[in-house]
């Protein structure tokens, strides 16, 4: 069984840093591309970044680039998201997805992001 | 960016009706590799997104078969023939052709 489990949000201060990781199971990890996704309070889906297989090709949305750093160890079946200088406007639920013939088939439970002083 | 576009925003319906989403795009969702990128996925209250069908027509696993996808380039639909109360939820639109992937706003489907 496929299974996606993220961790490590919270609330934390505008500037302030969070890393948020992704525990993946049930798959072959190591061979899969793998995405995160947010989603605003009340609001739709807006994707934040993706990473191929094997680390070496690298995306990410306009509004994160240089703050956000998305990263992988499949020695550990665990995806990683690096957020610095967080923003009010970064607040949302954070979704890991396993990417799947370009579609994201399986996703995680969520983590919740609060950045408010 | 592909901006994606959503009709109606709220659906209301009836149990045992059929409903209706469309969802149309920017710009064509055809891939170079001749492969059109358009999902549909449900997100439940509470829960998260769930796929639904991928490739504009396909249904992913577990799928019950009243959910059906169609269209071609820039105009899509999905289907659901006899609505169920287990169909309640927000209806997503995603496009996987071009990064950044985009998604529609939205479609409240609710009794």
């Known amino acids: 069984e496929v299974r996606l489990v993220e961790s490590g949000g919270g609330l934390v201060q505008p500037g302030g840093s969070l890393r948020l990781s992704c525990a993946a199971s049930?798959?072959?990890?190591?061979?899969?591309?793998m995405h995160w996704v947010r989603q605003a309070p009340g609001k739709g889906l807006l994707w934040v970044s993706r990473?191929?297989?094997?680390?070496?090709?690298?995306d990410y949305a306009d509004s994160v680039k240089g703050r956000f750093t998305i990263s992988r160890d499949n020695a550990k079946n665990t995806l990683y998201l690096q957020m610095n200088s967080l923003r009010a406007e970064d607040t949302a639920v954070y979704y890991c997805?396993?990417?799947?013939?370009?579609?994201?088939?399986?996703w995680g439970q969520g983590t919740l992001v609060t950045v408010s002083s | 960016d592909i901006v994606m576009t959503q009709t109606p925003l709220s659906l209301p319906v009836t149990l045992g009706q059929p409903a209706s989403i469309s969802c149309r795009s920017s710009?064509?969702?055809?891939?170079?590799?001749?492969?059109?990128?358009l999902s549909w996925l449900l997100q439940r209250p509470g829960q998260p997104p769930r796929l639904l069908i991928y490739?504009?027509?396909n249904r992913f696993s577990g799928v019950p078969a009243r959910f059906s996808g169609s269209g071609a380039g820039t105009d899509f639909t999905l289907e659901i023939s006899r609505v169920e109360a287990d169909d309640v939820g927000v209806y997503y639109c995603?496009?996987?052709?071009?990064?950044?992937?985009?998604f529609g706003q939205g479609t409240k489907l609710e009794i």
């Open positions: 997805a396993r990417d799947w013939y370009h579609c994201k088939d399986y």
């Open positions: 995603m496009q996987a052709t071009q990064l950044p992937h985009t």
């Open positions: 990473i191929t297989s094997d680390g070496s090709n690298i």
């Open positions: 490739k504009i027509s």
């Open positions: 049930g798959f072959d990890f190591s061979t899969t591309w």
């Open positions: 710009q064509t969702l055809v891939h170079s590799d001749g492969n059109t990128y």
